[in-house]
């Protein structure tokens, strides 16, 4: 869980905006501040921003540190930079998030309102199990995922990293998804996918 009683997130947009809700809500903050590089936005959801994220290293050991950007290469480039050098990455869970027994989170991840986090399931760091997602028991989802807005993933599930997940999207138990793969939304993947690209539809299918 979180370690720090303050927060700077990297990255001012819709998703940092949502990150500092979320651990607003947490009650743990006493300060949270944003480092963006559009020198143009001074607050992101009513929080300073104070600087540009070539900045956050002069955070590390005294503030927790959340990289709040929605491309999987980036963040996973900035945490791991980040987590080299020691800094605290937390996991941001929703007061209104359910995680069940045995699940594992990994550091800067976030868990936003309404999503369920199932027993025994293994979510990797940096991921982002959005609004009324839901991974069910014993997933493994793999670094830098994302499972967007009301997706859900059934139980039994190995989702490869960087692999986006779109909003309304049904996963079926016991498949396993490759790394760098972007399901649309609302595609129904009923199969193993076993490369990287783009699967839309229902059943989902890659297209070029």
Avoid at 26 to 54: H, K, T
Wanted: aromatic residues 4%; negative net charge.
């Amino acid at each position: 869980m979180v370690r720090g009683k303050r927060l700077v997130i990297v990255g001012a947009g819709g998703h940092g905006k949502v990150v500092a809700d979320v651990a607003r809500r947490m009650c743990y903050y006493e300060a949270i501040l944003f480092l963006d590089d559009n020198e143009a936005v001074q607050e992101c959801g009513g929080f300073p921003v104070v600087g540009r994220s070539c900045e956050v290293e002069g955070y590390i050991g005294e503030w927790d540190i959340f990289v709040a950007v929605g491309n999987a290469e980036i963040r996973g480039k900035l945490t791991a930079g980040l987590s080299g050098k020691g800094a605290l990455l937390p996991v941001l869970i929703h007061p209104d998030a359910v995680v069940g027994q045995g699940a594992v989170i990994g550091n800067g991840t976030v868990i936003m309102a309404g999503a369920v986090i199932n027993s025994d399931a293994q979510i990797g760091e940096g991921c982002i199990i959005n609004t009324c997602a839901s991974v069910d028991h014993d997933c493994r989802i793999d670094d830098f995922v994302h499972v967007s807005v009301g997706a859900h993933v059934a139980g039994g599930v190995h989702v490869g990293a960087n692999t986006w997940i779109g909003a309304g999207a049904v996963l079926s138990d016991h498949i396993k998804v490759a790394p760098d793969c972007m399901v649309g939304a609302g595609a129904v993947v009923v199969k193993d996918i076993g490369e990287g690209g783009t699967y839309v539809g229902v059943p989902a299918r890659k297209i070029s």
